[in-house]
């Protein structure tokens, strides 16, 4: 059984690389274990360079704690400003003891409201479960879940970008 540290305690996180890998590898077996980590950047990553660092980071921190393992994966979502509007995404990391593989989900535009609330210092999630009277939505369907409602929920959302990172590892004679 090859051992995948997911670098978060986050259960959608940790079944969006399960489902990735499963669609990858259907005829291995996988043991996932969520393992809380720092990113080493801010709590709400404000841009593509800082969201894609902080993944980095979760998979290097999460392979110096818990060595044992096949694979490391980092999801880092984040936010960015684009003019007067902000795109929200994430990064996606996955490292073997040989290859990394990354990918970036898509990207969306949030709601004006909820852009007013991350200017003035809340994390998308707090800004997210205000406009949408929720409670820990990040733990559950996230942004993206509540503005598609659940059309693409937050598992579906970085299953994509876990897939696309794992191209290295599924097609290792061309990396």
Not at 17 to 43: C, L, T
Not at 77 to 89: D, L, R, S
Not at 130 to 155: M, Y
């Amino acid at each position: 059984m090859k051992k995948v540290i997911v670098a978060s305690k986050n259960p959608v996180k940790i079944n969006a690389v399960k489902k990735g890998f499963e669609k990858m590898f259907p005829n291995e077996i996988f043991e996932f274990i969520g393992v809380s980590v720092s990113s080493d950047v801010a709590d709400q990553p404000f841009s593509n360079i800082e969201t894609l660092e902080g993944a980095i980071n979760r998979v290097e921190n999460a392979k110096q704690q818990y060595s044992a393992a096949i694979y490391w994966v980092g999801i880092e979502g984040g936010i960015q400003p684009n003019n007067e509007e902000m795109e929200a995404f994430a990064w996606v990391v996955i490292k073997s003891a040989l290859k990394t593989g990354k990918s970036k989900t898509g990207t969306f535009f949030l709601p004006p409201e909820i852009v007013k609330l991350i200017n003035k210092g809340l994390e998308l999630g707090e800004a997210d479960d205000i406009v949408f009277n929720k409670s820990n939505s990040k733990q559950e369907n996230g942004a993206v879940g509540l503005l598609t409602n659940n059309i693409i929920d937050r598992t579906s959302y970085y299953l994509e970008a876990v897939i696309l990172a794992l191209i290295p590892f599924k097609n290792e004679q061309f990396y």
